[in-house]
């Protein structure tokens, strides 16, 4: 797994965002102003959050919340591990700084399937509810109702927070969890943006291999093609290009992409000769960008221009 450092935080989910969610995409909306609020705080804790993004929609979460069983945020973490097989892309989320009007942080990209095992072993038990008033704070037991309704001492409710036990030991496995983050390599998120674009429009090469390997042959002679829709999910993120890239990837001389009459969506279709006993054609390097590559590589850094005040520095 890899880390970011310094990037512009909500630029950088947003377009990793525009790589696998393809519905309900305002849902980022919702993370921006999360996001935005946890910047302004003075608090250390609402700057660490865990974000997600899946097929149809966004999640984001402070770190702390997901780690105390029980909670929405709890229970929603772990839901799309336990109850979907929905493509998720994971990364926490460190808040630094605000520069300009930009908030800039770090992001840990994650293993979703193995994060959210760890979430499920590490995660502690709620004690009580810590409900925040106007002119003050109350506990109550985790188990018991409350509405938010403004309180005769304290007045109007404003939110709540679940509280652990022993505090400390919540600190101190969130510190845990930073430091073994930091273990991460650097990477070039440019180049993490490229690859998630790429794996895309490869796995949905190999899924409609695969769906075509499987069909069987028509049994009327009047039937001439084989045909499977192509992921609703892939066709909404796609573009030109992103078509352009996935027909070069399948193996199929009579291939073509069509819409049918009275369906919705879009089909790859092949005649019905063609073998299906095939994988697909992985993309050949650009010997443009290799030359382009190799020239840079070659070429030697041209010194700085030294200036007189330069040399007169001591």
């Known amino acids: 797994m890899q880390k970011f450092e310094d990037v512009d935080v909500i630029a950088a989910l947003g377009e990793i965002m525009r790589q696998n969610t393809a519905f309900y995409q305002s849902d980022f909306d919702i993370d921006k102003g999360i996001i935005q609020r946890a910047a302004a705080s003075e608090q250390a804790v609402d700057k660490a959050l865990l974000w997600m993004s899946r097929p149809s929609g966004t999640y984001c979460f402070r770190e702390r919340d997901v780690f105390l069983k029980g909670t929405r945020q709890h229970n929603t973490w772990r839901f799309y591990g336990e109850q979907t097989r929905d493509k998720i892309l994971a990364y926490a989320v460190e808040l630094t700084s605000t520069k300009d009007g930009t908030i800039r942080g770090n992001l840990y990209e994650l293993d979703y399937q193995q994060h959210y095992q760890h979430v499920i072993d590490a995660a502690l038990p709620v004690n009580v509810n810590r409900l925040f008033y106007e002119h003050g704070s109350r506990d109550i037991p985790a188990e018991q109702y409350f509405d938010g309704s403004p309180d005769w001492v304290f007045g109007d409710f404003q939110r709540y927070e679940a509280q652990p036990h022993d505090p400390a030991v919540l600190q101190e496995a969130l510190r845990q969890e930073q430091h073994s983050r930091e273990q991460a390599r650097p990477g070039d998120f440019k180049a993490h943006i490229t690859a998630l674009h790429d794996s895309r429009i490869e796995t949905e090469a190999r899924r409609i291999v695969d769906?075509?390997?499987?069909?069987?042959?028509?049994?009327?002679?009047?039937?001439?093609?084989?045909?499977?829709?192509?992921?609703?999910?892939?066709?909404?993120?796609?573009?030109?290009?992103?078509?352009d890239q996935l027909f070069a990837m399948l193996p199929y001389k009579s291939l073509c992409f069509?819409?049918?009459?009275?369906r919705h969506g879009v089909y790859a279709m092949i005649g019905k000769d063609e073998r299906r006993d095939v994988s697909i054609r992985r993309p050949r390097p650009s010997i443009r960008k290799q030359l382009t590559d190799s020239k840079q590589a070659a070429s030697p850094k041209k010194a700085a221009a030294r200036t007189k005040k330069k040399e007169l520095e001591v």
């Open 211 to 243: 769906k075509l390997k499987d069909l069987s042959a028509p049994n009327s002679p009047n039937k001439t093609h084989f045909m499977v829709e192509i992921s609703p999910h892939f066709d909404a993120l796609a573009s030109t290009k992103d078509n």
């Open 258 to 262: 069509t819409g049918i009459k009275d």
